[in-house]
């Protein structure tokens, strides 16, 4: 099989390329940096499809960022993957690729939803205000691959995975994944001796987190029957933590002794985001790895990246 790999560079997209060694070593992966295939330029992706015919495409490039710098940049987070989700998608089409894994996002979900989030809840209310932009750019995109399918006959599935963490994660503690961003705050508060960390609102919000390995790992496995996945999968553990929970199981894993205190002039986001994963189990979804051992994993690249603490 050949594969062409959006976002290779990323966390979720090298996961992929790791999997992909370790579980299908022969097939042909072609994972162009931005540098090589400008996303955002449609002739670019078009002519790129059509000189490297591929089988299918797995979609995992977007502009990302945390609750800051979603939430002070609305109309760039909307543009660009917009953009990007739109041609990938549209010119995958035309070059006639007849299987495409869209990666989507939990904030395609509504703000305030009770109970497990089901496939079918999405654009079922509001979203959450501090980072509409990218969630409507990714409802978009699943509903591209939605009508696509329905009328052409093509495979294009949309793949929902809740909060990830792990390898190649952006450590950032302003614009950074949350799981990223507590782990560097806790490491250089462990550099620095600081004796509090700051949690943004309540830290009472629940989210739920997967190791990014186990996603990308079960995603390849099921690849050879994509025709027959629903228009959207859900993605997650079962359960969730309090982001107040998450710091201090980071915490613990890092071996941080300080304390925590909470900014609440600073947004805390979406209540909750738990989501029914009950269509993926019934495909085989099992994950594997604890939130502890993930977590630990998670230092030990951010250590080889920045340094120890």
């Known amino acids: 099989m050949k594969i062409l790999l959006t976002g290779g560079r990323g966390m979720v997209g090298s996961s992929f390329l790791r999997q992909i060694k370790k579980l299908k070593p022969d097939w042909e992966v072609l994972a162009p940096t931005r540098e090589q295939l ?123 995975p809740c909060n990830l963490y792990g390898k190649a994660d952006r450590y950032d503690a302003e614009n950074g994944h949350l799981m990223a961003a507590i782990i560097e705050k806790i490491a250089l508060a462990i550099k620095s001796n600081q004796q509090t960390i700051e949690i943004w609102g309540t830290g009472e919000t629940r989210r739920e987190f997967v190791y990014v390995d186990d996603l990308t790992g079960f995603i390849i496995q099921m690849m050879g029957d994509i025709a027959s996945w629903p228009p959207c999968l859900n993605i997650g553990m079962g359960q969730d933590h309090t982001v107040n929970e998450y710091y201090q199981l980071a915490a613990n894993a890092l071996g941080y002794k300080g304390n925590f205190a909470h900014n609440h002039s600073q947004p805390s986001g979406m209540k909750h985001k738990l989501m029914d994963c009950s269509k993926a189990i019934k495909l085989g979804w099992n994950p594997k790895t604890k939130l502890e051992v993930g977590m630990t994993e998670a230092y030990k690249d951010y250590q080889s990246r920045y340094g120890t603490a």
């Open 38 to 160: 400008d996303l955002t330029q449609q002739g670019t992706v078009r002519e790129f499809l059509r000189n490297n015919l591929v089988d299918c495409v797995i979609h995992a490039a977007a502009k990302v960022g945390g609750i800051k710098g979603n939430a002070e940049n609305l109309p760039e987070f909307l543009i660009e993957n917009s953009r990007i989700n739109t041609n990938v998608i549209q010119e995958s089409f035309e070059s006639g690729v007849k299987e495409l894994v869209n990666l989507g996002s939990s904030c395609m979900y509504p703000k305030d939803f009770h109970g497990p989030l089901k496939e079918e809840d999405i654009l079922a209310g509001p979203l959450e205000p501090t980072n509409e932009g990218y969630a409507l750019a990714k409802i978009s995109a699943e509903r591209l691959c939605r009508f696509l399918t329905n009328k052409y006959g093509v495979h294009y599935k949309t793949i929902i």
